[in-house]
């Protein structure tokens, strides 16, 4: 410690859960890789609607107290960090309230559950003088980061194609209940918020702005069990899968698709690109490695596609874990993205264009309704921001 003057800084945790669980992890890890931290995460209070499992989370994760009351935790004095891992329906009214008291933000994708809620936080968010960050993690995979760089540097060339695709098929099972996330008046969309999100903003991130989209969506299985009574069932209210089509402001033309459907696909988060000088392939399921190929091969007899293991130490953040040659996992996508928040917060850096900001998030939801609009009208869509 000799040396080392280590400020510490308030989180306040909202949910605790699926990614109240990612995150704090992320905030606890912070210190044991990125040393000196920019300031150490103090766990400070961790909010849930359930008594004795948010009682419970606060134990688990480290947090001093907990409180069944969100607007405590954005009040609380000891706290300069929300961190919002709620439901889509609860991403607006905290995120604005914590905002408007004076406290950093980060909230969970997507920014809301359409554009019209997201541009009330925009507005807000430009009336402030906090930092906010909307978490799209995929952007701090450093294999997705050395395809940016490979993009922006022109190694590509003229980019002709972008196809994404993000596949599940947790929802096979038709005996599975009518959980949050297949109720529109919670979630807000179906796979189109919760996994079309993630590829709409990496299209943005690699590509750049869209022009112009078409959407179809589908759903598949109507009525589910009621969660709390199996006995009864309740109307599934999202779309179960999107397909879209999509052409870029710079002429590149791509194929956007998400589905809880696709059997056999657990967390198959995979985009391809295409340029006139090579092409990269990206799958989160193999998240240490990047494909390539390029056009004009220096050797012939390799031509190919070619795997890159994106496990050294001079690409982003890998210097930070492990020796060269060892893979790093899901979870330090969340630890690389949490630190890139908090070295802004504590030395006033931007959070673009590496971080999503609060203009991504809505420009993402835009993009989104639009692909719902399209689907509902049957017509192509022009975005407009």
């Known amino acids: 410690m000799s040396g080392v003057n280590l400020r510490r800084i308030g989180i306040g945790m909202l949910g605790y859960a699926f990614m109240g669980k990612a995150h704090s992890h992320a905030w606890k890890d912070i210190p044991i890789f990125f040393w000196p931290p920019p300031a150490v995460p103090d766990l400070v209070v961790i909010y849930g609607r359930t ?3 948010v009682k419970e989370a606060a134990l688990r994760y480290g947090y001093k107290r907990f409180t069944t009351n969100w607007r405590e935790v954005v009040k609380d004095p000891e706290v300069e960090i929300i961190d919002n891992c709620l439901p889509n329906h609860l991403h607006k009214d905290p995120t604005i309230e914590a905002m408007e008291e004076g406290k ?20 807000v968010y430009r009336r402030s003088e906090v930092k906010a960050m909307v978490a799209f993690n995929y952007r701090f995979v450093p294999a997705v980061m050395l395809a940016k760089k490979l993009i922006d540097e022109g190694f590509l060339g003229r ?20 959980v ?50 199996p006995s009864r069932k309740g109307k599934v209210t999202v779309e179960d899968a999107f397909v879209a089509t999509i052409e870029f402001e710079n002429g590149a033309i791509g194929t956007l698709e998400a589905t ?31 494909k390539v190929y390029w056009h004009e091969e220096p050797i012939k007899d390799i031509e190919g596609w070619h795997t890159i293991l994106v496990t050294e130490g001079h690409h982003p953040y890998i210097k930070y874990y492990w020796p060269s040659g060892h893979i790093i996992g899901w979870e330090h996508t969340f630890i690389n993205e949490l630190y890139h928040f908090l070295d ?40 407009r921001y």
């Open 260 to 290: 809880r459907f696709a059997t056999g696909r657990k967390n198959y988060n995979n985009f391809e690109i295409n340029g006139e000088k090579g092409s990269i392939e990206f799958n989160l399921e193999r998240l240490n490695e990047l």
């Open 51 to 53: 008594e004795k499992k």
């Open 104 to 123: 950093h933000v980060v909230v969970e994708k997507p920014l809301a559950r359409n554009a019209e809620e997201a541009k009330e936080i925009l507005d």
């Open 180 to 229: 949050w996330r297949l109720q529109k008046e919670i979630a807000g969309s179906g796979p189109l918020g919760d996994l079309g999100s993630h590829i709409v903003d990496l299209a943005r991130y690699l590509i750049g702005e869209p022009k112009k989209v078409t959407g179809m969506m589908k759903t598949f299985i109507e009525e589910r069990p009621l969660p709390h009574d």
């Open 159 to 178: 980019i002709y194609h972008f196809r994404a695709r993000y596949l599940q098929d947790w929802l096979i099972d038709p005996s599975f209940p009518l």
């Open 344 to 383: 802004a917060v504590v030395n006033d850096k931007d959070i673009g264009p590496q971080g999503a900001t609060i203009e991504d998030g809505y420009r993402n939801m835009v993009i989104l309704d639009a692909i719902a609009e399209s689907a509902k009208r049957g017509l192509a869509i022009e975005i």
